[in-house]
């Protein structure tokens, strides 16, 4: 890459973090409702007879609503929206007719979900005068341009809702500095702890270091493929292949499991989407994805689900959300009003590790999972004696009694795999089968016939 553009790129990131930066000092995102924003989207909506308005706010992965007027969509996936398009504009952007736009193909999937034609937003700034959000207008048919008058106006509105934001920062200071000493900021206290700093996470992810990789599950009694698991890896271009359990503790620390754990729904959103384009047969697996707790914390997750399996082309079905029961514990309520509105979308959702939670049994009927993934820990130690054995065989049991499917994880001998399927399991995953490999290394599995594996009690045979 050329040093011209090597500085380019790092005074475009400069401006971003300085951008963030603001936008954490604000704290607006996942707020309350307040009326004052409010009023502000109402009265946008009506002098402009706008079918529907909001304020958002955008952070590195996502545009969240603030406010809306006639709106239900809470937060959209950040990556080529409108926001971007204001960033990228430094200013107001009107658009008569989303089908003439040159960004068309981009804007309409997002756009299919307000139903909307056309729009007109102007940005919302910070005090330094950063832009921090965007006052947005939307109208089912497509409209003249907006006059000189109209679109000042427009700005006026928005700068109404930058000295709001502005209130709020100076009340926020203010209630800080009542409560004693700020402490410093938590990134630096995360850098000095050792590596990965946010900002090395963030670097990777600016520079895509960051792959997914896929395990295959299989039907226990025809090995047959049925879906996969998503997993995240590292591909530092020093460290070489940095595992999970090195930078995504950091990331939850840092706050860059966000960013993170949204670029894993995109990519693997359109990964099935590719692969349904090279065997349409495909379209029968589904992908799990792990989400972490602070995912979860999200009211407006399944928006933004949603838009990613719109802008992707795919079925709800053929996506899985999976999360551990910890995940889910910190807020309950939280947790169920989100899982809610996954469920109702479409999408299947898995419980991880499920045995190893404080009180699985006594949540468990009231989280709507579709799936029981068995921990490892209780696969790996089955043929240790009855008790193990017989956990992993109540876990079996009760699924079946829900109404839930099993998928056994960490299956790595045959005799693991002989008792999982004597006592009913349908499904699992394991090395036994096939290890975490690439997505070339996948879509040649894919093309076995009927996404049939070897079967492993025949090599060991052939093998003894």
């Not at 959300?321 to 995940?327: A, G, P, Y």
């Not at 399991?425 to 690439?438: E, S």
Request: charge should be negative; include cysteine.
């Amino acid at each position: 890459m050329p040093l011209a553009e090597l500085e380019i790129n790092a005074a475009d990131q400069q401006q971003e973090d300085a951008r963030l930066a603001a936008l954490i000092s604000a704290g607006i995102l996942d707020t309350p409702p307040e009326p004052a924003y409010d009023a502000i989207t109402r009265l946008a909506a009506e002098y402009f007879q706008a079918d529907s308005a909001a304020i958002a706010f955008a952070d590195e992965s996502r545009v969240w609503m603030k406010s809306c007027w006639r709106q239900m969509v809470r937060e959209l996936p950040r990556k080529d929206s409108i926001f971007d398009m204001m960033l990228a504009q430094d200013g107001p952007v009107v658009v008569s007719d989303v089908t003439r736009h040159p960004q068309s193909d981009t804007l309409i999937p997002r756009l299919k979900l307000l139903g909307m034609a056309s729009f007109a937003c102007a940005p919302v700034h910070s005090a330094e005068g950063m832009i921090l959000g965007i006052l947005i207008i939307f109208h089912r048919k497509s409209r003249q341009n907006m006059s000189p008058d109209e679109l000042l106006t427009l700005q006026s509105l928005a700068g109404m809702v930058s000295n709001q934001l502005e209130l709020r920062t100076l009340r926020k200071s203010f209630n800080e500095n009542r409560k004693g000493p700020r402490r410093a900021f938590h990134a630096a206290e995360i850098a000095c702890k050792g590596w990965p700093s946010k900002s090395d996470l963030h670097q990777a992810l600016e520079q895509k270091q960051f792959v997914l990789y896929y395990q295959p599950e299989i039907e226990l009694a025809t090995r047959r493929i049925i879906g996969l698991e998503a997993l995240i890896r590292w591909v530092h271009p020093e460290r070489g292949l940095v595992p999970p359990s090195e930078f995504i503790p950091p990331a939850e620390e840092s706050g860059m499991i966000l960013p993170i754990g949204d670029w894993v729904l995109a990519e693997a959103c359109s990964q099935i989407q590719k692969w349904c384009v090279e065997d349409i047969s495909h379209v029968s697996l589904r992908v799990g994805v792990n989400l972490s707790a602070r995912q979860f914390s999200r009211e407006g997750l399944a928006d933004h689900v949603e838009a990613l399996l719109v802008q992707a082309g795919i079925s709800s079905r053929q996506l899985g959300l999976e999360m551990t029961e910890s995940s889910l514990i910190p807020n309950i309520h939280t947790a169920l009003g989100v899982l809610g509105s996954l469920r109702r979308l479409g999408v299947s959702l898995l419980m991880d590790d499920f045995g190893t939670g404080y009180s699985s049994l006594n949540n468990l009927h009231s989280f709507p999972f579709d799936v029981l993934k068995v921990d490892r820990s209780f696969v790996s130690r089955m043929s240790e004696g009855d008790q193990p054995l017989q956990i992993v065989r109540t876990i079996v049991e009760l699924a079946r009694v829900l109404g839930m499917s099993v998928v056994a994880e960490g299956i790595e001998t045959i005799e693991q795999y002989r008792l999982l399927r004597q006592m009913g399991c349908r499904y699992g995953q394991g090395f036994l089968f096939a290890r975490p490999m690439t997505v070339e290394a996948v879509s040649k599995l894919l093309r076995l016939p009927d996404r049939i594996l070897p079967d492993p009690e025949a090599v060991e045979l052939a093998c003894a």
